[in-house]
T-cell receptor
Framework: KAGVTQTPRYLIKTRGQQVTLSCSPI?????VSWYQQTPGQGLQFLFE???????NKGNFPGRFSGRQFSNSRSEMNVSTLELGDSALYLC???????????????FGPGTRLLVL | SQQGEEDPQALSIQEGENATMNCSYK?????LQWYRQNSGRGLVHLIL?????REKHSGRLRVTLDTSKKSSSLLITASRAADTASYFC???????????????FGQGTILTVHP
């Protein structure tokens, strides 16, 4: 099976702009989680989607949003970019089914966002 | 906020030596997972251990879990230069809650294996 793919891999934006990142999960996986990784804060959970529904959201401002499509592909959007949004954004997919809240997550290569 | 601490923050060893990394966490968990990350790229899943398991092996990896101490260790035996990476532990929440899809990560251990 193909792994998790993320596009674009690199992105440079300026403050105040908005950005959309895309994630395609492993075929058959219905759960997609997003994380932000920075040197200072480490890996922080943004949100999780399952069957087009957001089931969980981390402690990020409303400028960070996401959605999931019927084919399980997911996008996240950051509006009004700030310098502090510079980070590696990782998405991860899993089956998302069953009583276990988090099984093994398979990560994509990430999108590195630089805000100038 | 991070679930726990990893120790040491950095580890430097020679090829062929064993590397041990420790992870502590704060809340009750369903499972604990270890991931590897090479130089700011995506995370690679190494192993998952459930809360009712005490030890698990996968190739050169051995993971232990002590839920009474809320701690885990990852042992890499006979290390290779290719093992050079950052290693993260991540905890999965208990079932029955609402923390879907959320792994809580430690700060990671940077492992350098010298040829």
């Amino acid at each position: 099976k193909a792994g998790v793919t993320q596009t674009p891999r690199y992105l440079i934006k300026t403050r105040g702009q908005q950005v959309t990142l895309s994630c395609s999960p492993i075929s058959g996986h219905r759960s997609v989680s997003w994380y932000q990784q920075t040197p200072g804060q480490g890996l922080q959970f943004l949100f999780e989607y399952f069957s087009e529904t957001q089931r969980n959201k981390g402690n990020f401002p409303g400028r960070f949003s996401g959605r999931q499509f019927s084919n399980s592909r997911s996008e996240m959007n950051v509006s009004t970019l700030e310098l502090g949004d510079s980070a590696l954004y990782l998405c991860a997919s899993s089956t998302g089914q069953g009583a276990i809240l988090v099984e093994t997550q398979y990560f994509g290569p990430g999108t590195r966002l630089l805000v100038l | 906020s991070q679930q726990g601490e990893e120790d040491p923050q950095a580890l430097s060893i020679q090829e062929g030596e064993n590397a041990t990394m420790n992870c502590s966490y704060k809340t009750s968990i369903n499972n604990l997972q270890w991931y590897r990350q090479n130089s700011g790229r995506g995370l690679v899943h190494l192993i998952l251990i459930r809360s009712n398991e005490r030890e698990k092996h996968s190739g050169r990896l051995r993971v232990t879990l002590d839920t009474s101490k809320k701690s885990s260790s990852l042992l890499i035996t006979a290390s290779r230069a290719a093992d050079t990476a950052s290693y993260f532990c991540a905890t999965g929440p208990l079932a029955g809650g609402t923390s879907y899809g959320k792994l809580t990560f430690g700060q990671g251990t940077i492992l350098t294996v010298h040829p």
